[in-house]
Each structure stands twice: as structure tokens, then as C-alpha cells.
């Protein structure tokens, strides 16, 4: 059963601190997606790659967020410094391009 | 203080109803449209998808309907269960004119469904 899986699951950290949340895609899919989902805003698209290319990281912090895809199995998001307003539920997702995205478990990230 | 944050619209259902969920899409170039349950503490999970030429999908007890001319996609779910209780979110593509879309989904706000046994 292939699946999109995400780790770490949760995320404690303090302000300030470097976060790394890593994403392996389904085998195969060729397109990976960075999301952020919180009360406030809901799901928000943050940044996609697409052969392990970055397509769109416009809806990314530039200051502090990086995304990607050192090969074709590992997608990495990082925020470096972390700040409270950054404490979300992180989910990757994974396509083969143009067709259905499958999501991750999903990371809870707290900063404090 | 008062929070903000989004408020959903919500659906409460008896168990064994049908249960309709609605959703309006901004992008008249949209050319696929899905249906993404999710449950609490998990990601969001495929349910169903439709392709603009296409009215009506139907899957296992879910029907997808489009109308394109207002713009309009629903869900339908036969004979609910307690475990259809989930936030529904509709996410449309659009048309990949010029290569440029590479399948970025647009998630619409979401719908609580909640099933009382």
C-alpha cells in the first residue's frame, strides 16, 4: 500500500531554533507539494517541486523557510529561525503530475 | 478575546441518511475537480475526482456532481456512517494551459460533517 510518509510526526521546539521535517514520496510520483494548514488560514500551499525541481515557492517566508529534494525519495522543509506564528500541522503530498495528490500524515509542529 | 480563525460551514446528519455537501469553484479554466476527506489528526485523503468533461462520478456509496455552468461541484454520500464524520474539502486544478500548472491544487474552505448515531 504506497503512501506518503512524513517525519518527524511531532515537532516541539523552542523560538529560534532550526526545524527540519522531512517528506518521502510515493515511488514513482514525480511532482511533491509543501502545505501548511492552521485555524486561521486553513490549508495554504507553501511550495512544489516537479522532477525534484522547485516550481513555486512563492507562498513561502523566504527569510526563514527552505524546501528541497536532495533525490527523488526525500523532500525536506525547513524553517530556520522558528517562531511561534510558525506552529501549524505541515503536510506533504506527492502526484504524478497533473493528476491527484496523496497527503502525508502531516507534521504538528509547536514552537514555543 | 474573541478568536478568529475560519468558521466552516457545518452538516450534521443522522446515521443511514444521504448526506450532500456543497462546494463553489472560482476557476471557470479548472479541468479537475476532487474531493479530500479528512479526519481529525490525519492528512487529507482522496475520495473521489471528476474531470470537467464529466457531470456525474460515482464511486463506492459517493457521487460527485459538476455543474459548470454556475460553477458548482458536490458530494453526495449514501447512507452515512459515524466514521464519515471528517471535514470535506473540494480542490480544483486548472486546465494546465501552457504547462504552467504542474497539478496545483486551489482547496476550497471546507465543510464539517458530523454523524450522530
Known sequence: DARVTQTPRHKVTEMGQEVTMRCQPILGHNTVFWYRQTMMQGLELLAYFRNRAPLDDSGMPKDRFSAEMPDATLATLKIQPSEP????????????AGETQYFGPGTRLTVL | GESVGLHLPTLSVQEGDNSIINCAYSNSASDYFIWYKQESGKGPQFIIDIRSNMDKRQGQRVTVLLNKTVKHLSLQIAATQPG???VYFCAE????AGG?????LTFGQGTILTVHP
Open chain 1, 85 to 96: 506564528r510558525d506552529s501549524a500541522v505541515y503536510f506533504c503530498a506527492s502526484a504524478q
Open chain 2, 100 to 104: 504552467t500548472s504542474y497539478g496545483k
Open chain 2, 84 to 86: 464519515d464524520s471528517a
Open chain 2, 93 to 96: 486544478i486548472p486546465s494546465n
